[in-house]
């Protein structure tokens, strides 16, 4: 369309959004964790049996972050090798025919 701007080029937008559909899925992961470890911790019995969840929880979101941080981080990486400096300004291929022609 006249006036529209892209950047960054097919590559760059796959690794954009899946950076962003990546971030989302380990947030609904993060929460669902959270109801769990309440759970958990509620249907424990004794104090060391609460303190155990809780350092389990602990080790667990730790793991949940490391398993988010470290592909998201790979992923953009490799985004920005991908990513062109080329902007292209609408409009472009189909519709740029149609404006010339008519």
Do not use: H
């Amino acid at each position: 369309m006249e006036g529209e701007v892209r950047s960054g080029g097919y590559g760059w937008n796959v690794v954009r959004y899946f950076a962003l559909l990546w971030t989302f899925l380990f947030f609904v992961i993060g929460v669902a964790s959270c109801a769990n470890v309440g759970e958990t911790v509620e249907s424990a019995q004794t104090d060391a049996e609460q303190a155990g969840a809780a350092i389990g929880a602990g080790l667990g979101f730790m793991f949940i972050g490391v398993m988010w941080f470290f592909p998201l981080v790979g992923s953009l990486v490799v985004g920005f090798f991908l990513k062109k400096d080329v902007k292209e300004e609408g409009p472009t291929g189909p519709l740029a025919i149609e404006e010339s022609g008519s």
